[in-house]
């Protein structure tokens, strides 16, 4: 079946814009992962949704930054007023949230913020 | 926020070598992951493990969960072309959140 995927691909902003990051996660998922992967480093998490709902935005590096889900399916990660910071890889990853609950992740979009 | 220490950084080895990785953590997880990274694309799961002290192989992998649950090895045999990329270990305390290591880049010389 489809995997997880994300729009848009790579995407260049100016700073102090805001931007847009789109998830579709695999159908039938319910818990929904943003991470965050700088040039050359691991992974780092940002935000997580069960259903609709976020238990743990413990990542979210400052309040530029805004998550939601609708219908437990799409999510959109909001940047507000982007830094030249922001700039990395940002990954979604969906699990069915029972079970062994493993992530599988989309092949993320690219921002570059100039 | 944390990383796991993942080493080493990076390994340059040829074609049929073994490869061996590994991760450690200050505090315990639950489950051990290991991931693999090409350009451009997202992590695929390679193996999980559930239990400490648990060895798990899938194919030419081989991964064990430490018995104190703050590590994890990863090894690789008779290496060949397409297992160049970077591999990332990755912890899980409960069940949600993924604690990623640095990650090892894993280069094959001709």
């Known amino acids: 079946g489809a995997g997880v995927s994300q729009s848009p691909s790579n995407k260049v902003t100016e700073k102090g814009k805001d931007v847009e990051l789109r998830c579709d996660p695999i159908s039938g998922h319910t818990a929904l992962y943003w991470y965050r992967q700088s040039l050359g480093q691991g992974l780092e998490f940002l935000i997580y949704?069960?259903?609709?709902?976020?238990?743990?935005k413990s990542g979210l590096p400052s309040d530029r930054f805004s998550a939601e889900r609708t219908g437990g399916s799409v999510s959109t990660l909001t940047i507000q007023r982007t830094q030249q910071e922001d700039s990395a890889v940002y990954l979604c990853?969906?699990?069915?949230?029972?079970?062994?609950?493993?992530?599988?992740f989309g092949p993320g979009t690219r921002l570059t913020v100039t | 926020g944390q990383q796991l220490n993942q080493s080493p950084q990076s390994m340059f080895i040829q074609e049929g070598e073994d490869v061996s990785m590994n991760c450690t953590s200050s505090s315990i997880f639950n489950t051990w992951l290991w991931y693999k990274q090409d350009p451009g694309e997202g992590p695929v799961l390679l193996i999980a493990l559930y239990k400490a002290g648990e060895l798990t192989s899938n194919g030419r992998l081989t991964a064990q969960f430490g018995i104190t649950r703050k590590d994890s090895f990863l090894n690789i045999s008779a290496s060949i072309p397409s297992d160049v990329g970077i591999y990332f270990c990755?912890?899980?305390?409960?069940?949600?959140?993924?604690?990623f290591g640095t990650g090892t880049r894993l280069t094959i010389i001709p």
């Open positions: 990755a912890g899980r305390f409960g069940n949600e959140k993924l604690t």
């Open positions: 949704f069960q259903g609709n709902s976020a238990p743990d």
């Open positions: 990853a969906s699990s069915s949230g029972t079970g062994t609950r493993e992530q599988y």
